[in-house]
């Protein structure tokens, strides 16, 4: 009796529409995200067009060098998870998957960003169910340290509404900071690897408690850094000195530590893309009264600009380092 031909795809077939698939997703995910950002840019510089700022540009580099900075520390806690894991990517995939991950917020779904994040380390021979809930991981951790950050600074400096912006810090500090220690993100790892039905996560590895000590202080210092990101945008408006001597240096950089680290938690809990309106209403609302409604309005908008700018600046430099030092390594598979 004749055979039928076999007329399963060949293992050769299966591999190519399989890379086919990942790269048009690859682009899709671009295409979209170009479009987010760029759509984020023209809307937020449409807020400010009729003002004349007359603004000291130098200032604004400097607030973007202080974002970048503080954002690696978040970073490093990301590459010391996946670490703690036993999978060990480069700095430069790490940088540039973290930056690229970050433009992924302007898009409507929280998960871009892990996918973008997941995907781009994947190439590192990291797993994904590893590169899932690691970016989980640093996402708790970040906000926890945040929240903690708004608690410390609002508990000796008052603003308007001040008892409930302390309470709201505490719960959030208190919840995100439970979320965050390394048994219970071992549970919640089997739902950050959802949107990868093929990943299997390891329970063997998991994050170390010193690795999340490490990382707290890390990522708090990089909240410093961003409360100085404000700051220089205050500078560049030539309204930082004012506000310096109203409140005094140091409770004035509390002030704005204190505001953004709390203003970007909220935005993260929001249901906005990239925490927008919730973020910039925090930041009007408890930083009006001191530095007038009108001004903090351009501040939070252009600090809001700067700070894109600088995650696609660093997002495209981290990836053009990252193809030239990987070019001739052969990571496993």
Known sequence: MPTGRDLSPSPASTDFRRRLGMAALRWVILLVVVFGVGRRIWLEKEKISFHDLGLDWGWLLVSGACYLVGL???AA????????RGEWPGWSRTLAAYYAGHLGKYVPGKMLAVVIRTTMVSRSGVGIATGAITCVHEALLTMATGSLVAVASLLVISIPHHKYWLMASAVLAAGFGLLALPPIVSRLGRLAVKPFPNAVLDDKHSCRWRSLGVGAVMVTGGWLLMGLSLAAVLGAMHKLVKLISQLGLWKAYGLVAGLVALASVGGFVG???????????ILVETLGPVAGTGHSVVAVVLLRIVWIVAEVVAAGTFWIVDRQWSRDKVYPS
């Open 271 to 281: 249901l906005t893309p990239g925490g927008l309106g919730t973020r910039e209403w």
């Open 77 to 84: 806690f990301w590459w010391l998870a996946m670490r703690d």
């Open 72 to 74: 690696t520390a978040s």
